[in-house]
């Protein structure tokens, strides 16, 4: 198993940057792939971002690709998403999350065999 926790969440002005920061402990990080989705509140969770084991291949939704760049540091067992030019749509409760599995659909939380507490972002306008 795979603990992880978010952090970096916050309160920022339209325009303005956040670095969202997810550890992952019990388990080597680098068995899993990891993402990030989002849920805002009477939305279902959205994808995010797709990060491979490696860190190689990254995938975006279309609403924060050229905005939004997902890492990982295999060393640290961590994964990050620089978040850029924040929008107010943005806002939302940012979940990190890990999949075990070789081959699945990335953009489907079902995929994902373990799950963050969420850490909260807020854009302002």
């Known amino acids: 198993q795979v603990q992880l926790v978010e952090s970096g969440g916050g309160l920022v002005q339209a325009g303005g940057s956040l670095r969202l920061s997810c550890a992952a402990s019990?388990?080597?990080?680098?068995?899993?792939?990891m993402a990030w989705f989002r849920q805002a509140p009477g939305k279902e969770r959205e994808f995010v971002a797709f990060?491979?084991?490696?860190?190689?291949?990254?995938y975006y939704a279309d609403s924060v690709k050229g905005r939004f760049t997902s890492t990982r540091d295999n060393a640290k067992n961590t994964q990050s998403l620089q978040m850029n030019s924040l929008k107010p749509e943005d806002t939302a409760v940012y979940y990190c999350?890990?999949?075990?599995?070789?081959?699945?659909?990335?953009?489907?939380?079902?995929?994902?065999?373990?799950w963050g507490q969420g850490t909260q972002v807020t854009v302002s306008s």
């Open positions: 019990g388990r080597t990080a680098s068995n899993y792939a």
């Open positions: 990060i491979s084991r490696s860190g190689a291949i990254t």
């Open positions: 999350a890990a999949a075990s599995r070789y081959s699945f659909d990335y953009r489907v939380p079902s995929s994902y065999d373990y």
